[in-house]
């Protein structure tokens, strides 16, 4: 005697859905793959991402996808070939080990609630070093750049000679780390189009002198530095952050219910094996 009916949907799905996920993980170990050859084409198509990650971090970045990829394909190889061949040993320890990373995901998820506030002290550590940044230009070069006009005038349009040097001069001033994070803070600012942590108030707020980057003003310059209406980076993360936390929970509620499929699934396969 063979399965039942919604026996043998619950194998069909499990089988389906897991086929799906065997063919995701390949893309995934051929991206990192890709990723350990720096392939142009990969490189080129995850720009907008990689430019936002400090390279220190970068070079982890193949091997987080290549483990990623890997757990991805043996977990759903489990449940892909346990359910079609009915095989109750594969099947279980396909469950159990979605269980297991349902609980440790969930673990995560809440250690990272309760320990928020050390992003939130970091990102006012930011928008501070913005400040600490643009007033790291020394008095001489204040004086150097009176030269060239309208420099100490809020909204007003400095002269391109200015700008760089400015730039230029406060860069020279910054710890390596700083550095590191005002380039990352201006890649950002290209990519997703804010300005600042907070907005534009981080630079003519906090600095003794008054102007945007070209990083918050990417469009149209000019229009933007008048304006200084750009919202900062952390805002438009804080704004997308309820879509994060409900692809979050819609993916764990995913594990849960292919888990329960699959013990359903055993289940009824030991029911079978007792019966002959």
């Not at 969930?106 to 320990?115: E, I, K, M, P, S």
């Not at 780390?177 to 600042?196: A, P, R, Y």
């Not at 995913?254 to 019966?275: M, Y």
């Amino acid at each position: 005697m063979g399965l039942h009916c919604g026996d043998q949907c619950i194998k069909y799905v499990l089988f389906i859905f897991n086929l799906l996920i065997v063919m995701i993980s390949v893309v995934l170990l051929v991206v990192a793959a890709a990723l350990f050859l720096q392939w142009s084409i990969v490189t080129y198509q995850l720009g907008p991402f990689l430019v936002i990650i400090p390279p220190s971090v970068q070079k982890w970045i193949p091997w987080v996808v290549l483990v990623i990829g890997g757990c991805m394909f043996m977990i759903s190889f489990l449940g892909c070939c346990g359910a079609i061949a009915e095989n109750h040993c594969m099947v279980l320890m396909y469950s159990v080990i979605l269980i297991v990373c349902v609980i440790l995901e969930v673990t995560v998820g809440v250690v990272a609630y309760t320990q928020r506030h050390i992003v939130y002290d970091k990102v006012e550590e930011y928008s501070s070093m913005i400040g600490s940044y643009m007033n790291n230009t020394p008095n001489h070069a204040i004086a150097t750049l009176a030269k060239y006009g309208h420099i100490f005038e809020n909204n007003v349009r400095y002269a391109p000679q200015a700008e760089e040097l400015l730039r230029k001069l406060s860069l020279e001033r910054l710890e390596p780390s700083q550095l590191e994070m005002v380039n990352l803070l201006e890649k950002l600012q290209t990519e997703f189009q804010c300005c600042g942590v907070h907005g534009a108030e981080d630079y003519v707020g906090k600095s003794v002198i008054k102007y945007l980057p070209d990083s918050c003003c990417p469009v149209n310059t000019e229009v933007c530095r008048q304006e200084n209406s750009n919202m900062g980076c952390w805002t438009k993360i804080e704004e997308s952050k309820g879509t994060f936390i409900g692809i979050g929970i819609g993916f764990v509620c995913i594990e849960i219910t292919t888990a329960i499929l699959g013990l359903f699934l055993v289940n009824s396969i030991k029911n079978i094996k007792n019966n002959y």
